[in-house]
């Protein structure tokens, strides 16, 4: 298999034991690798093409590569590819489960969801969803339901992942993006891009019960750890609201990088750090103050962000 690490000599002299965050460039063909204790970027991964979702299982780094509708699987410790998977036409966010045993594709084109089992690396079923244009396929915390986001359809997609059968569909709002649930898998979140919304759903009943104005084209969710504070980033305002999960209100926000897209935090859960999409960088914001820490260049156009 090809090697496709550009290694910089910041790794090499970098932390032992620190997060490191990748984050892929769809418009380079790279996946920049950021330490999150110095906030520095100390590798790339090359992938080529488009590459768009990332997810992290059993020591390998999944990137799905939209143009060429696979997936690459990469060591993380050679970062050495060791094989690819084909998805089909134009994949987008990938996640794992919580066990780490699947992978879970949204193939916008095919409309439908890849489950890709990470011990063999290989496709092991597809699930057919109505709505158009899947792009988000999030596990619920219990792994037993996937919910995927139809973007041209204004649908929540509902997979029963045991029963490896289509459950049901939710109206949600204008373009539903990013999807979080709380830890305990009571209520689940929907970033609805030309709503300006997140919904609010009761996750075991899968109905809608409450609506979140948000900023200007809401899209990336992520949950806190302790299940209290939800971060949502609004695209057309260039920023990240703060929404307390029990009330269901938003608390505060804070600027970052133009186009904010996808995100994830740090494993202490410290630190966010929001892939800006027009401003080819990575803010962090430091959770506790919710104030930004600092801007991070990393390659052109990123679109989202996992940490190791």
């Given at each position: 298999?090809?090697?496709?690490?550009?290694?910089?000599?910041?790794?090499?002299?970098?932390?032992?034991f620190a997060d490191l965050a990748y984050v892929p460039n769809e418009q380079g063909g790279t996946v920049s690798i950021m330490d999150?204790?110095?906030?520095?970027?100390?590798?790339?991964?090359?992938?080529?093409?488009?590459?768009?979702?990332?997810?992290?299982?059993?020591?390998?780094?999944?990137?799905?590569?939209?143009?060429?509708?696979?997936l690459h699987v990469i060591d993380t410790k050679t970062r050495k590819e060791v094989t690819t998977v084909e998805l089909g036409e134009s994949p987008e966010a990938i996640y794992a489960s919580p066990d780490g045993k699947w992978l879970a594709a949204a193939v916008e084109l095919t409309n439908s969801v890849?489950?890709?089992?990470?011990?063999?690396?290989?496709?092991?079923f597809k699930i057919k969803v109505k709505g158009d244009n899947p792009e988000h396929a999030v596990f619920r915390p219990d792994g037993k339901v996937v919910y995927a986001s139809a973007e041209e359809d204004d649908k929540l997609e509902v997979i029963d992942v045991e029963?490896?059968?289509?459950?049901?569909?939710?109206?949600?709002?204008?373009?539903?993006?990013?999807?979080?649930?709380?830890?305990?898998?009571?209520?689940?979140?929907?970033?609805?891009?030309?709503?300006?919304?997140?919904?609010?759903?009761d996750a075991q009943a899968h109905k809608v019960v409450k609506q979140i104005k948000v900023g200007l084209r809401s899209n990336g969710l992520?949950?806190?750890?302790?299940?209290?504070?939800?971060?949502?980033?609004?695209?057309?305002?260039?920023?990240?609201?703060?929404?307390?999960?029990?009330?269901?209100?938003?608390?505060?926000?804070?600027?970052?990088?133009?186009r904010p897209?996808?995100?994830?935090?740090?494993?202490?859960?410290?630190?966010?750090?929001?892939?800006?999409?027009r401003s080819d960088s990575v803010s962090v914001i430091d959770t506790e103050?919710?104030?930004?820490?600092?801007?991070?260049?990393?390659?052109?156009?990123?679109?989202?962000?996992?940490?190791?």
């Open positions: 298999m090809k090697k496709i690490l550009k290694l910089s000599l910041a790794l090499a002299a970098g932390p032992l999150t204790d110095t906030m520095t970027v100390v590798g790339e991964l090359a992938p080529g093409g488009k590459p768009r979702g990332l997810a992290l299982a059993r020591g390998m780094l999944y990137v799905s590569e939209q143009g060429k509708g696979i890849v489950f890709v089992n990470t011990e063999s690396n290989k496709v092991e029963g490896r059968k289509y459950l049901t569909q939710v109206k949600v709002g204008t373009r539903p993006r990013g999807i979080a649930f709380t830890p305990d898998g009571k209520k689940a979140y929907v970033a609805c891009e030309r709503a300006d919304t997140v919904y609010v759903l992520t949950m806190h750890p302790d299940g209290k504070r939800l971060y949502v980033s609004n695209g057309g305002d260039a920023n990240v609201m703060l929404i307390d999960v029990a009330s269901d209100t938003v608390k505060d926000k804070v600027a970052v990088g133009q897209w996808n995100m994830s935090l740090t494993k202490d859960g410290k630190k966010l750090l929001v892939a800006n999409g103050s919710f104030k930004k820490l600092a801007d991070v260049k990393v390659g052109r156009a990123p679109w989202g962000v996992v940490v190791q």
